[in-house]
């Protein structure tokens, strides 16, 4: 079954810098294009950007410049780099398969 693990949130000061990783089992994951979306406490869903299977990417205007997403379909992994980060970037992050709509349980960024 098609399984995605979030890692590498943590508590972070601002202007730092995290990279999460999804580690992706259960689907060929070189084949599909996969994005990331976040939520903040009390907030909805916002989604900050896709990548293609060729490794072409599509982010939200808000982040674009700061987030970059890539993949290593070697290790089936789906990276977000997140650089300058802001206290408002609080949230938990979940990497998602485009085709097959399945979520990761999440990791938790904080900025503070």
């Known amino acids: 079954h098609v399984q995605l693990v979030e890692s590498g949130g943590n508590l972070v000061q601002p202007g730092g810098s995290l990279r999460l990783s999804c580690l992706a089992s259960?689907?060929?994951?070189?084949?599909?294009?996969m994005y990331w979306v976040r939520q903040a406490p009390g907030k909805d869903r916002e989604y900050l950007g896709t990548?293609?299977?060729?490794?072409?990417?599509f982010y939200r205007t808000t982040v674009e410049g700061r987030f970059t997403i890539s993949r290593d379909n070697a290790k089936n992994t789906l990276y977000l780099q997140m650089n300058s980060l802001k206290p408002e970037d609080t949230a938990v992050y979940y990497c998602?398969?485009?085709?097959?709509?399945?979520w990761g349980p999440g990791t938790q960024v904080t900025v503070s």
């Open positions: 998602v398969n485009s085709a097959t709509d399945d």
């Open positions: 259960g689907f060929t994951f070189s084949s599909y294009w």
């Open positions: 990548i293609n299977t060729d490794g072409r990417t």
